[in-house]
């Protein structure tokens, strides 16, 4: 399978522990991305890659949420002393950037549940 | 600021009906692209087109076609001859152009297909 992978797949927490998700994207997409989906909306924006470096952040991601691409490939988002609100999916998807702009590949998301 | 509206959000057709799903979209770019994405109950988000906003060329891949109206700043989406595996939530989606990759989505249109 060479499409957008997340994992875990499903995560129940207690509320104030830190949890960490990864993403492994594409082969060879240069640009990762990060959105939340609450049940009933669309997925929102969290977060932007090329390559290693975070270009874009979105309000919507506080000071406990933190995103790293080290090597330029897989992606971590680690939540810290989570909160019941931050219950949600949480989608990763992966772009190829050739001088101009190209549609974005999702993986099937990994849904964490706050208790 | 970017805007998607979806105003439907659901709708149910009996197999074989003709079905549109409407969006509108507000930006201040100039140049942006729409897109239509379709999630199924597994979650992921599947890819369905992509549109540039200096081509209002209509589009058709089967049994979807989409219809782009800048001076309405539209981007509906027809279903024809529905099907009952076209059950799922469809969002459409913008982005625009410059130095930012954020894609804002709609709030969805859950479509029930019924046998």
């Known amino acids: 399978d060479t499409g957008v992978s997340q994992n875990p797949r499903h995560k129940i927490t207690k509320r104030g522990q830190n949890v960490t998700f990864r993403c492994d994207p594409i082969?060879?997409?240069?640009?990762l991305y990060w959105y939340r989906q609450t049940l009933g909306q669309g997925p929102e924006f969290l977060t932007y890659?090329?390559?290693?470096?975070?270009?874009?952040k979105s309000r919507l991601l506080s000071d406990r949420f933190s995103a790293e691409r080290p090597k330029g490939s897989f992606s971590t988002l680690e939540i810290q002393r989570t909160e019941q609100g931050d219950s949600a999916m949480y989608l990763c998807?992966?772009?190829?950037?050739?001088?101009?702009?190209?549609?974005?590949?999702f993986g099937q998301g990994t849904r964490l549940t706050v208790v | 600021a970017q805007k998607v509206t979806q105003a439907q959000t659901e709708i149910s057709v009996v197999e074989k009906e003709d079905v549109t799903l409407d969006c509108v979209y507000e930006t201040r770019d100039t140049t942006y692209y729409l897109f239509w994405y379709k999630q199924p109950p597994s979650g992921e988000l599947v890819f369905l087109i992509r549109?540039?906003?200096?081509?209002?060329q209509n589009e058709i891949s089967g049994r979807y076609s989409w219809n782009f109206q800048k001076s309405t700043s539209s981007f509906n989406f027809t279903i024809t001859a529905s099907q009952v595996v076209d059950s799922a939530v469809y969002f459409c989606?913008?982005?625009?152009?410059?130095?930012?990759?954020?894609?804002?989505f709609g709030i969805g249109t859950k479509l029930q297909v019924i046998p």
């Open positions: 082969s060879e997409h240069n640009r």
């Open positions: 549109r540039n906003s200096f081509d209002e």
């Open positions: 998807a992966s772009s190829l950037a050739l001088g101009g702009n190209t549609e974005a590949f």
């Open positions: 989606a913008l982005r625009g152009t410059g130095g930012y990759q954020k894609v804002t």
């Open positions: 890659f090329q390559n290693e470096a975070q270009l874009e």
